[in-house]
Nanobody
């Protein structure tokens, strides 16, 4: 069982940057592919980015490509999401998730591929 705790959210202005962190415990972090998802009020949870167990492979939603960077430090059991050039449309609760399917496939953009979820951290971007 993997426990995930997100942090780093907050209220920022459009154009600002934030770095989210996700601390993992209770399992082997390096045995999981990891992902970030987000959910805005009244909307479904949507894919943001995913990273393979080794960190060698990443994949992004088109809406964040070129602005967000997902990374991981396995010996620290930590996942990161660097968010630059934030827009009001990025406002959402951001969730990290862990998947036992360690090699990335197109299915890693789907919530059902992930076995464990954090409780989320709020990101609010004002215009």
């Amino acid at each position: 069982q993997v426990q995930l705790v997100e942090s780093g959210g907050g209220l920022v202005q459009a154009g600002d940057s934030l770095r989210l962190s996700c601390a993992a415990s209770g399992g082997s972090f390096s045995n999981h592919a990891m992902g970030w998802f987000r959910q805005a009020p009244g909307k479904e949870r949507e894919f943001v980015a995913t990273i393979s167990w080794s960190g060698d492979y990443t994949f992004y939603a088109n809406s964040v490509k070129g602005r967000f960077t997902i990374s991981r430090v396995n010996y620290e059991n930590t996942l990161y999401l660097q968010m630059n050039s934030l827009k009001p449309d990025d406002t959402a609760v951001y969730y990290c998730a862990a998947s036992t399917q360690i090699r990335l496939t197109p299915e890693h953009s789907m919530t059902g591929t992930y076995n464990y979820w954090g409780l989320g951290t709020q990101v609010t971007v004002s215009s």
